[in-house]
């Protein structure tokens, strides 16, 4: 079953598109990364699933459920940990769990309180007294004791240590998805997520640059490096290729949708000396499709 | 929406407590400087202290959470806006009910006057400070210091909250300078201050809403522009349901008394007076002292309009609009001065002397301000009246006679200035084209000359002097309450007490010869009768009254009389007797004929047209024309009138 559905979002502010007919689909216990450069609009995209703002074209649903008609029952069942914290700063845990319980029907104070322990956040200090690190690891206590169906991640690892980073990313996003919790996430931590993310978004200039199961993206896209018997000026074009670079003999480009057939027909005008295929990272990836990617 | 509510208390718990502090320190340094009035502890508290922590309240409502960057958080709650706009507003409400109670409680232990608070909807006034009543602020009764303005202040300071830093600060502004230009034409004294604030209230809430609802997170610059705009609509639709509620209040005529002088029009077919209403419960204004506009009495709740009851209708029909009072006719009867009370739908101002249609109401011109008519000097050109002005530096009150003639600018004739307005009276002499006037400082009456002002001494001595007039372009014939003799008024001539003519002498008109009529007591024919009374004529030269022989047979004994204007039909009612039956002789063939009336005492007979009378009984007007015989009702009055109700309003006098 799809747990979120969003269909040609737009969105702009003032005369700037954010968001241009953005669609997916996502379905249940998936962990989904969506990455892009500052400013490409994640942020708005997770506000509009979940209903903060309204687009202004196009529809989305969360477990089935307008987040612009139905706000109440989305938030109840859906959390949204934001990048910046929004709590009150006179307030301690123990207050905003008192504010909050009640708004929540599955609330596990519990739970509040075992997550509060295992990510070392004091429970009788205000907010305004605690780090930036503490505030978010409070604000994703405060998220997952809601025991929520769905989790909007907006940067979850800002201001964290490296212990507490592994914490999240590999125990606690494991035990969500085990319990069937639908994950999307938008991050700069690439490389942080690649391992827990099942599917990529790359969203660059309003639109999805990239929308891929992480192992196909992986798969398909390869750096090919090749060595010639005479040095050339360029590679020829093909639109499978991302980027190229050429440096005297030496011919190195990477290739989306990588098969050895299509590296043979690339380099067939050249005399190859040799040629080898590598892998690239999850973050060399979007840079490669970013840094193409110059705005249709 | 519980735990919304309880998050709003916890965070302005400190700021309430503080100024629940600042309002108990002020009392005590009050009390530290003997300075502890209740009068001043009713402006501090409720003027300063209480308003002011409103408004930081409502403003704080929103701006704390944009300040503190909450916002967000607070629209990603699993909350609906309804809910979080509720709580909001519940929370501040219930903050404003302890900080008002406790500093009503200290304003009962300061020595103000416990008082029933209720919603201001017609109440009386209890809390009065005279410094700011004697400026011309509204009277603040408990109902608005304690509920409307601290409603009114709470949901326009929550909905400038919803707007950019500076804009709630520049709107406040504009809305300072508002209140000021109201206050300084007295317009917020003479308004439904509940009504007003009501549907101020609800315009800022209905605003508030629609800014809350549709600002996301409170980043859209164009946000303040749809506030305005909102605010705006809800204001236009707060006017028209005001002017809703005037109109159905105008047309609403209730049951009230009489107030003022009763004038008869359209030759005897129409009656036209004031009639003073109560007001309904969403209708009273501030009291507006009619004479000179000011605040005087809070408990002035009632309406006053022009009634006319006329030929063929079976009930009055209202002469303009309500606050159209003190009508005066013209002399063609087609015009009426009157003083205007109401401007707008449901507004008061100070009063304006006004010419108005006399049919339909309308307006015509606006004379002055702060007046009211007195008489018409001849014609419909001139018309005399009385004038009140507030003089600077001393702050005393001018009264002033003033003329208003057509085409020209109304001239003072007269000034007396005291602390207080007088209610001059006048008395125009036709004959002399003068007036007749009690100056303040005089104990005696004086003429006063309409054309220059000029003053000349009267033997008469003043107005408790007078008890009848006659007059008409010849001769003014003056009886004084001593019953010393009459006194006759002509030009070219001193007034003369008329020795001869006897103190019980009525007269009635001029016949068809022109000559004065008049009746008369006449000795009883046998020894030990009663005097009788019997028709006669004033003698100019001689200025005494003899019998008219050829009216010898006619016994006019405890009947009230009317002599035409034509002078050919006297009519005879008997007095104090309701036989429900009249007489009309025409006077030059002793012709009689009985005239159908109501069963009621006559108190009056009065000439209309040319040959016609318009009888007054206790409680009703007939019209009887001896040419066709016909008796018509013209009017039936809601109480009892009596002889000298008719004869004062239908004398110049």
């Known amino acids: 079953m799809e747990t979120i559905t969003f269909s040609g979002l737009s969105k702009s502010y003032g005369r700037v598109p954010v968001l241009r007919q953005v669609s997916a689909t996502i379905g249940a216990g998936q962990v989904v990364g969506l990455f892009g450069r500052n400013g490409v609009g994640k942020t708005t995209l997770m506000r509009i699933l979940y209903g903060m703002i309204a687009p202004d074209a196009g529809s989305a649903a969360l477990l089935g459920l307008d987040p612009q008609t139905n706000p109440v029952e989305v938030r109840q069942r859906v959390a949204l940990v934001s990048e910046e914290c929004h709590l009150y700063p006179w307030m301690d845990a123990t207050t905003l769990e008192a504010f909050l319980a009640p708004l929540y029907p599955k609330w596990d104070g519990a739970l509040f309180r075992q997550h509060l322990a295992g990510l070392e956040v004091p429970a009788d200090r205000r907010v305004d007294a605690l780090s930036r690190g503490t505030k978010r690891k409070l604000m994703l206590a405060l998220a997952l004791a809601s025991q929520p169906e769905v989790l909007l991640l907006d940067e979850p690892l800002g201001g964290l240590d490296a212990v507490v980073r592994e914490q999240i990313v590999t125990t606690l996003i494991q035990s969500l998805t085990d319990r069937g919790v639908t994950i999307f996430l938008s991050t700069h931590e690439i490389e942080q997520f690649a391992k827990v993310c099942d599917r990529v978004i790359i969203l660059s200039h309003g639109s999805f640059l990239v929308d891929r199961e992480t192992a196909d993206l992986t798969a398909q896209v390869r750096r090919i490096t090749a060595t010639l018997e005479h040095p050339v000026e360029a590679v020829p074009a093909h639109p499978k290729i991302l980027s190229a670079r050429v440096h005297g003999t030496q011919v190195e480009f990477i290739l989306d949708g990588y098969t050895p057939e299509l590296v043979t027909a690339i380099l067939a005008n050249y005399k190859v000396r040799e040629h080898a295929v590598t892998g690239l990272t999850l973050p060399e990836i979007f840079i490669t499709f970013t840094s193409k990617d110059t705005g249709r | ?653």
């Open chain 2, 1 to 653: 929406m519980k735990t919304l509510i309880m998050k709003e208390l916890r965070e302005h718990g400190l700021h309430v407590a503080l100024f629940l502090l600042a309002g108990l320190g002020s009392i005590l340094l009050l009390g530290l400087f003997k300075q502890l009035d209740h009068e001043i502890v009713l402006t501090l508290l409720f003027l300063f202290e209480a308003p002011l922590f409103t408004i930081l309240l409502g403003h704080h409502l929103i701006q704390s959470e944009v300040k503190q960057g909450t916002f967000p958080s607070l629209a990603a709650l699993p909350v609906n806006r309804w809910h979080l706009w509720i709580g909001k507003l519940m929370a501040a409400l219930g903050i404003c009910v302890l900080v008002y109670g406790v500093f009503y409680g200290l304003a009962i232990m300061a020595g103000a006057p416990a008082c029933q608070i209720d919603l201001g909807l017609g109440e009386r006034a209890f809390w009065i400070v005279p410094w700011l009543q004697t400026r011309g602020l509204p009277v603040f009764t408990p109902g608005l210091l304690l509920f409307w303005i601290p409603l009114v202040l709470l949901t326009a300071s929550f909905w400038g909250s919803m707007q950019p830093a500076g804009v709630p600060a520049f709107e406040a502004i504009i809305g300072v300078v508002v209140i000021w230009l109201l206050w300084s034409q007295r317009i917020l004294a003479a308004m439904h201050l509940p009504l007003a604030l009501g549907i101020l209230t609800i315009a800022f809430l209905i605003s508030s809403w629609f800014t809350f609802r549709r600002a996301e997170l409170l980043t859209d610059p164009w946000r303040v522009g749809r506030a305005l705009l909102s605010l705006i609509v809800c204001l236009a639709l707060g006017g028209g349901a005001w002017a809703i509620l005037d109109q159905v209040a105008d047309k609403r005529l209730l049951a009230g008394r009489m107030d003022g002088r009763i004038q008869v029009m359209d030759d005897g077919r129409g009656v036209l007076y004031t009639m003073r209403t109560p007001a309904e419960w969403f209708d009273p204004l501030q009291g507006l002292g009619i004479l000179t506009g000011d605040i005087n009495d809070p408990d002035q709740f009632d309406h006053f309009r022009c009634l006319s009851q006329e030929q063929g209708r079976t009930i009055p029909r209202q002469i303009g609009r309500r606050g159209l009072t003190d009508p005066l006719l013209s002399p063609d009867g087609q015009t009426m001065a009157a003083v205007a009370l109401t401007r707008a739908p449901g507004i008061r101002t100070a009063p304006r002397l006004v010419l108005a249609d006399r049919r339909t109401g309308a307006i015509h011109s606006t004379i002055d301000h702060q007046a009211r008519p007195l008489a018409f000097l001849g014609t419909r050109d001139r018309l005399l009246y009385l004038r009140y002005t507030h003089q600077t530096g001393d702050g005393g009150i001018a009264t002033e006679l003033c003329v208003h003639e057509t085409g020209k600018s109304p001239r003072s004739i007269y000034t007396a200035i005291d602390e207080r307005p007088f209610n001059l009276q006048a008395l125009y002499l036709p004959c002399l084209n003068r007036l007749l006037i009690q100056p303040p400082d005089r104990d005696s009456l004086w003429f006063l000359s309409p054309e220059n002002g000029e003053l000349a001494s009267s033997p008469f001595r003043g107005w408790n002097w007078i008890r009848k007039v006659w007059q008409d372009e010849r001769l003014a014939l003056i009886l004084p309450e001593s019953e010393e003799a009459w006194w006759a008024v002509e030009p070219g001539r001193e007034p003369r007490a008329l020795t001869e003519v006897a103190t019980t002498t009525r007269f009635l008109g001029r016949d068809a010869k022109g000559r004065l009529l008049c009746v008369l007591e006449v000795p009883a024919p046998e020894p030990h009768g009663l005097p009788e009374e019997v028709l006669g004529i004033f003698d100019p030269a001689t200025h005494r009254c003899q019998p008219l022989p050829e009216n010898a047979a006619l016994r006019l004994n405890g009947l009230i009389c009317g002599l035409s204007r034509s002078g050919r039909y006297l009519m005879t009612c008997p007095a104090s007797q309701s036989t429900g039956e009249g007489r009309v002789i025409e006077l030059e063939t002793r012709k009689e004929a009985k005239v159908t009336l109501p069963r009621e005492v006559v108190t009056n007979i009065y000439s209309v047209a040319r040959d016609g009378f318009l009888v007054f009984t206790e409680r009703q007007a007939w019209r009887h024309d001896p040419e066709t015989a016909e008796t018509v009702q013209i009017a039936s009055f809601p109480e009892p009138m009596s002889f000298w109700t008719i004869e004062s309003s239908l004398a110049t006098f």
